[in-house]
């Protein structure tokens, strides 16, 4: 009798706990943890294997990736969307600048959401002087679209066209098209200038951190790209090829330094939906989770397994490492203390 009542007590047991789920769990988060159930991941890249080693000559090192020497180097342009990420552009710009022949930067006055903003690179350009002549900004009149911010967001984009042929960007050039957070390594610029070969689009493989460089999350980020430049070449952040570098780089993503700079963020950018509650945007709240490495607005992780997802659940691993990071991070270790292992507390904000 005891094993006839089993299924009807494993349903009870299935129904309570989906009854409690419904009733107390918010729907986006449901979705979240059901993602494997309705969504299917995009197709997977074809990733090509990174060769690097110091002191070894840019012949080898295109050889070993397949490819020819060139004579003499490409052009390359580094371009990208800005909103208020000063420490991370500084960190990027001192990475590239032996490689990069131009660096072609875009800000709005108005964020995706459509909320005004300062023109932060454009008060802050006596501090990129390191750069010399070598950036060329511009600034989108943005009117927002506070029902739609992905709507802003694909009009910056769109507008990238002009600053790229104000630049001169010619045929045959490589271009890096990505957000300040996504730097490109040192050795990844050099391979895309001196050797042919390389594909017309290649995406770049990074390695993915969370609010500093103590929370590495995994090697999933692979918006940025890197173009041999043709006519109807466009500025995109989206799938565009099927190839992948591995281990191009790294996305910092909410890597701020201060509190006031995440609540800047929730607010603004394109996902700023998922700020719902206004304990969301509480600075105590804020720095509790940035040093506990959970999530800012209480979401699951976005993965298309459960296996994946139940392993990404909970707070991050901490890492100790500060090995095969931004060469001027390291450099300076003193002014970028909160982006390394143990610099997770943020100044408060001002009264």
Not at 306 to 314: A, V
Request: hydrophobic fraction near 40%.
């Amino acid at each position: 009798m005891a094993r006839r009542n089993r299924p009807v007590a494993a349903m009870v047991i299935v129904f309570l706990l989906t009854t409690w789920v419904v009733l107390f769990f918010p729907r986006q988060k449901i979705a979240y943890f059901l993602r494997p159930l309705w969504d299917t991941p995009p197709p997977p890249f074809t990733r090509l294997t990174h060769y690097y080693a110091e002191n070894l000559s840019m012949g080898v090192l295109c050889k070993l990736h397949g490819w020819e020497l060139r004579r003499s180097p490409r052009r390359l342009f580094d371009a990208v969307l800005f909103s208020n990420e000063l420490d991370l552009l500084e960190i990027r710009y001192r990475e590239l600048l032996p490689h990069v022949h131009r660096f072609l930067l875009l800000e709005s006055n108005s964020t995706f959401t459509g909320l005004p903003k300062p023109l932060f690179f454009e008060e802050n350009q006596s501090r990129f002087r390191f750069a010399g002549g070598k950036i060329l900004s511009g600034a989108f009149a943005g009117k927002g679209d506070r029902r739609d911010p992905f709507t802003m967001e694909g009009q910056q984009r769109g507008f990238f066209a002009s600053l790229l042929r104000r630049a001169g960007v010619a045929p045959g050039d490589a271009v890096i098209m990505s957000d300040a957070d996504e730097i490109p390594s040192q050795h990844t610029a050099a391979l895309l200038r001196w050797c042919d070969g390389v594909p017309p689009v290649l995406h770049l493989e990074l390695r993915q951190y969370l609010y500093s460089f103590e929370f590495p999350v995994d090697s999933g980020s692979w918006r940025a790209t890197a173009h041999l430049f043709r006519q109807g070449t466009q500025y995109r952040h989206s799938r565009q090829g099927e190839l992948l570098l591995a281990d191009a780089g790294w996305h910092c993503s909410f890597c701020f330094r201060s509190i006031e700079d995440f609540v800047f963020k929730m607010r603004a950018y394109s996902h700023a939906d998922r700020a719902r509650r206004r304990r969301h945007l509480d600075p105590e709240r804020i720095q509790g989770i940035i040093c506990r490495g959970e999530d800012l607005f209480d979401m699951l992780p976005e993965e298309y397994t459960f296996r994946e997802l139940i392993k990404k659940m909970g707070p991050i691993p901490r890492s100790s490492s500060a090995v095969h990071l931004p060469s001027s991070l390291i450099q300076n270790a003193d002014r970028f203390q909160y982006l390394l292992p143990g610099g997770c507390l943020r100044p408060p904000p001002p009264p």
